[in-house]
């Protein structure tokens, strides 16, 4: 039986205003910065305007890069709720693809925006196979120092022993499809941020993300035995906010645009990867097109990486070791640099910078369940 399986960040599904931008200029959106607004109660009447005009674009161009992932089982990041996410998918997918995703779980993480990690799953494959929901486990009440993972490092850049280890949630939902047993690690984890006394934000955040990473094999190796892990039928879902390859863009439109892969030093996801604990089966793909997130703060700093993944367990991924995953990349804005060769069709409506579907590209994946 094959099951299709999905990952997607969809940026920001909100069910809710949020006038931190007030405030705080680095949540203010770029249009209102275009405005002199008198006082707090004014920015709030516009940004009410701005984000209900651009809301409707922007999620019928998530439906559609979800509708093209054929996902039976979605994982999905930066959702506000279940009352967002329940709106969306009414109001949205179900007029692209009808009665889906019935099932919707999600719980409340330690985000302070309030965004976090759901599930959508269809009651069966589409080859009819049914899926059963048995239980949902949240991990987001875990502290560093209820899994022994402070460091110094982690205490340089103002982290407690005390504090939660995840910035969302590890959401482990257990499901059986066509009555076997499969278990789903949904994850978020910390964002890179932005430069830090003169230290890249990638590097500053990096502690964060490392615990993050060995906190999740930790759960996993908890559950089913750390010399009997590789034997279960799981997989890891999510945004990592970290990559350990890039597509470094030189040139410009006018010269012609040059690719150069560049692999790096550190990465979290060394922890799941490099001793074969789990397996990214976007590896598969060739190096230059494994990217799911354009990066850029203008020419001088320009880059194509992955920061979505399907970690597959060491069984999971022997049962499947043809399986090669697809990018969606439709919903991407015109002003992505796609390397030659890889340009797709975008969707009705793409704009230059927005709207878009999200910033990142969903991943999916057809699966044997044997």
């Avoid at 932005?194 to 559950?223: C, D, F, L, Y």
């Avoid at 194509?304 to 991407?332: F, H, K, T």
Wanted: charged content about 30%; overall charge negative; hydrophobic content about 40%.
């Amino acid at each position: 039986m094959s099951l299709r399986l999905a990952t997607f960040n969809v940026e920001n599904l909100m069910n809710r205003f949020d006038y931190s931008g007030f405030r705080n200029q680095l949540n203010q959106d770029r249009t209102l910065a275009l405005f002199q607004i008198r006082d707090e109660a004014e920015y709030r009447f516009l940004e009410q305007g701005r984000a209900i005009a651009h809301a409707d674009d922007m999620r019928q161009l998530s439906a559609l890069a979800i509708a093209e992932t054929r996902a039976d089982i979605l994982c999905m990041q930066e959702v506000d709720n279940i009352d967002a996410l329940q709106a969306f998918e009414y109001g949205y997918l179900f007029k692209m693809i009808g009665q889906g995703y019935r099932q919707k779980y999600t719980t409340s993480g330690n985000d302070t925006r309030g965004i976090d990690v759901a599930v959508m799953m269809r009651t069966e494959t589409a080859d009819g196979d049914s899926i059963e929901f048995v239980r949902m486990t949240s991990h987001a009440h875990i502290t560093y120092e209820e899994f022994g993972l402070h460091t110094p490092e982690l205490a340089a850049i103002g982290n407690e022993a005390f504090e939660r280890i995840f910035r969302r949630d590890c959401l482990e939902i257990d499901v059986k499809i066509g009555g076997r047993p499969l278990t789903i690690y949904s994850v978020h984890f910390k964002s890179m941020g932005s430069a830090r006394n003169g230290v890249p934000g990638r590097h500053a955040t990096m502690p964060i993300r490392i615990a993050e990473a060995k906190a999740v094999r930790r759960i996993i190796e908890n559950r089913f035995g750390k010399d009997h892990a590789g034997d279960k039928r799981w997989v890891i879902c999510g945004d990592f906010n970290d990559y350990r390859q890039r597509v470094v863009i030189g040139g410009s439109a006018h010269a012609g645009y040059s690719f150069e892969v560049v692999n790096e030093a550190e990465s979290c996801l060394d922890i799941l990867l490099d001793d074969g604990f789990a397996e990214n089966i976007v590896e598969r793909r060739p190096e230059m097109d494994r990217w799911t997130l354009y990066h850029t703060r203008g020419p001088e700093e320009r880059h194509l990486c992955q920061l979505d993944y399907i970690l597959l367990s060491p069984a999971l991924a022997r049962e499947n070791a043809e399986a090669v995953p697809d990018i969606v990349r439709g919903g991407q804005p015109w002003r992505t640099v796609f390397p030659p060769g890889q340009e797709v069709e975008r969707y009705p409506r793409a704009g230059w910078d927005r709207p878009k579907a999200s910033d990142h590209c969903p991943v999916a994946v057809s699966l044997r369940i044997r």
